[in-house]
């Protein structure tokens, strides 16, 4: 895939993310296995999910990020303030469900 390409790609995502709610919020408890299982499920099912971690330093709130990507094998896709986008492509996914399928992607 070219770079003009993905850059597309991640430009629509962006834009697909931009009218979804945020479906996971990390408490007070941080990154706790349930959490990181809750995510990995909604990653699942929905493929494209926004997540809201917490308050803090834009170096915390990144690292933040790229742990929950880590844990989940998923893709940081944005992240603006204390929103995230996380990408994971399911080969399999449900058309119900999918944000991808839902929003034509």
């Known amino acids: 895939m070219s770079k003009k390409a993905k850059l597309q790609d991640i430009k629509a995502l962006r834009g697909i993310g931009h009218q979804l709610s945020p479906i996971v919020i990390v408490g007070a408890n941080g990154l706790t296995p349930t959490l990181i299982e809750e ?3 909604a990653l699942h099912d929905h493929e494209l999910i926004k997540i ?3 308050a803090g330093s834009a170096d915390e709130r990144k690292e933040c990020a790229n742990a929950i990507a880590a844990a989940t ?3 940081v896709i944005h992240h603006i303030g204390r929103m995230v986008l996380l990408l994971r ?3 399999e996914p449900n058309p119900k469900l999918s944000n991808l399928s839902r929003f034509g992607f």
Do not use: G, L
């Open 39 to 41: 995510v990995a499920r």
């Open 52 to 54: 809201k971690i917490p």
């Open 73 to 75: 094998e998923s893709e």
């Open 89 to 91: 492509a399911n080969p």
